[in-house]
Nanobody, 119 residues
């Protein structure tokens, strides 16, 4: 089970940190990803991190502003979001890929947390 939290309302230029707590399963072996879906739009990939935290990659839209990390001891993955823009407004989802790598096979999803960036 994946539980995302940390969303909220923030002004443009501000920061938020999202958390995704994983219970059950084998968190330490999963790759983890973050996605977002804005109203009326498709769900988009944002970033992912391998099972050991050794590799990350980012969508161009967030590169240099967002950082993904994970804490194996806490079974939690984080998304630090800086320099937020109104276009970052969306529901953010975390997901788990049991392969451990970047196979994009996200079998498990969290419930989403709303991020709203005001201009």
């Amino acid at each position: 089970q994946l539980q995302a939290s940390g969303g909220g309302l923030v002004q443009a230029g501000g920061s938020l940190r999202l958390s995704c707590a994983v219970s059950g399963g084998s968190f330490s072996t999963y790759a983890m990803g973050w996605f977002r879906q804005a109203p009326g739009k498709e769900r988009d990939f944002i970033t992912a991190i391998t099972w050991n935290g050794g590799s990350m990659y980012y969508a161009d839209s967030v590169k240099g502003r967002f950082t993904i990390s994970r804490d194996i001891a806490k079974n939690t993955v984080y998304l630090q979001m800086n320099s937020l823009k109104p276009e970052d407004t969306a529901v953010y989802y975390c997901a788990a890929d049991p392969s451990g790598g970047f196979t994009e096979r996200y079998d498990y999803w969290g419930q989403g947390t709303q991020v709203t960036v005001s201009s």
